[in-house]
């Protein structure tokens, strides 16, 4: 067993560092259009928000050198990686913002103000950037923010729902920010941690016109029952920009190019890769069940598939919490998947968040195997009540099945695979 989880891990830690930032900003700062920007001479100011957002930010000072004029950088904590000449450095909360949260916001804000039409503000922007990069709109206070993220998170919200609520109460997102800055250009380098790359709920769009409308957004107050004051519903009825002219986008990194790393690491790895989507969505404990039946389909039939082979699957699942445990998306579907494939040999189930973090925790996410259900009850504990309870965390910290990278310096989803050996 121990071959084919070094196998997992190898490969999911592969993937993960093909899609770290710093190519992927240098690459975009050869973009004609930014290029264009510089030539015209004016000053070029930075603005990176996002768990990735110091990687980011340290290729662009790397690239531009002398030609940057400052910035403001701000990240989750743990993520800054040390002094950046030229730029300054906040860490705040993540998934909910703080009050540094809202102090490293306004250090940026203050920095991009007063800009003419000849300068550009470059914009890095990475996932996590909803509670990183956060100004309320008048009437609403930090506290509210937090309790209408942590309503959206425990009842299972996307991240589209998420975002759309989240843009509405505040004075920088959903396009917002880009108003803010004008008559400057933003150019605007994104890691994309949103499903279909879609621009204007990345971070909650900033810097990109808003899609949705008041009636999307009351809908999602309804769908969950959201408990909101009046004030707060009164700022989702205010409309968001729904045109911006002074913005330029290139989308830098996503899932899609995860996955693609990760079908040639398990191709160098002996296995044949089937991808089955980059774009899952659902709940984690059924996607861990769903690949499961699919392990157990490869060894009885050698379908879709007959092994050496790997299947792999991107996106961002989601989790409603219903017991009082700790653990993340990733870790759920682990260990669910752990479930079905309890005694299956040579098979291996790992499931990451790119950015080294899973939910509320210090782990990446899990790694299991057909011994893992086996080892967990050999340890006088019951697999149905650590799921039931939420508690993915403890029950795969047990049994030495956490994934522990720290953070990487990315984001862009989630990765799964499925290794048979």
């Not at 782990?363 to 993915?392: C, F, H, M, P």
């Amino acid at each position: 067993m121990k071959q084919v989880k070094d196998d997992a891990m190898k490969a999911a830690l592969k993937a993960i560092e093909a899609v770290l930032p710093e190519n992927a900003v240098k690459e975009a700062l050869r973009d004609e259009r930014f290029l264009k920007r510089l030539d015209g001479g004016g000053r070029v100011v930075l603005a990176a928000i996002g768990k990735a957002a110091w990687r980011m930010a340290k290729a662009a000072a790397d690239t531009l050198g002398s030609r940057l004029d400052g910035g403001v950088v701000v990240t989750k904590y743990g993520h800054s990686m040390g002094e950046i000449q030229g730029l300054e450095i906040h860490e705040a909360g993540h998934p909910f913002p703080d009050e540094n949260t809202l102090a490293g916001t306004a250090k940026a804000l203050e920095k991009v103000k007063g800009l003419s039409e000849k300068d550009t503000v470059l914009f890095l922007v990475s996932g996590g950037g909803s509670a990183l990069f956060e100004k309320p709109k008048d009437g609403v206070s930090l506290d509210d923010l937090i309790s209408v993220t942590d309503q959206l998170l425990a009842c299972g919200a996307d991240i589209v729902e998420i975002n759309m609520i989240r843009k509405r109460l505040s004075a920088v997102k959903g396009g917002r920010f880009a108003q803010f800055v004008a008559p400057s250009h933003v150019f605007a380098i994104v890691l994309s941690d949103v499903l279909g790359d879609r621009l204007d709920s990345i971070a909650s769009g900033p810097a990109h016109p808003d899609s949705s409308t008041v009636r999307e957004a009351m809908r999602i107050v309804d769908k969950y029952s959201l408990s909101m004051r009046p004030g707060l519903l009164d700022a989702l009825k205010e409309e968001t920009p729904k045109k911006l002219d002074n913005v330029t986008t290139v989308i830098a990194g996503s899932v899609t190019a995860l996955c693609s790393a990760a079908e040639k690491a398990v191709r160098e790895l002996g296995y044949v890769p089937l991808l089955v989507t980059t774009t899952l969505s659902c709940e984690a404990r059924d996607a861990g069940a769903f690949l499961a039946s699919m392990a157990r389909e490869i060894r009885s039939s050698g379908n879709p598939l007959k092994p050496p082979c790997a299947v792999l699957l991107g996106g961002e699942t989601v989790v409603h919490l219903k017991g009082k445990g700790m653990g993340g998306r990733n870790q759920e579907l682990a260990l669910a998947a752990a479930a079905g494939i309890r005694g299956l040999a040579d098979t291996a189930v790992i499931s990451v968040g790119s950015d080294g973090t899973d939910g509320p925790t210090d782990a990446a996410g899990g790694l299991v195997d057909g011994e893992t259900v086996s080892a967990i009850s050999g340890l006088g504990l019951d697999l149905e009540k650590i799921l039931a309870d939420n508690d993915s965390y403890h029950g795969l910290d047990a049994c030495g099945c956490l994934v522990r990278t720290g953070p990487t310096g990315t984001n862009v989803n989630d990765l799964t695979i499925l290794l048979c050996r």
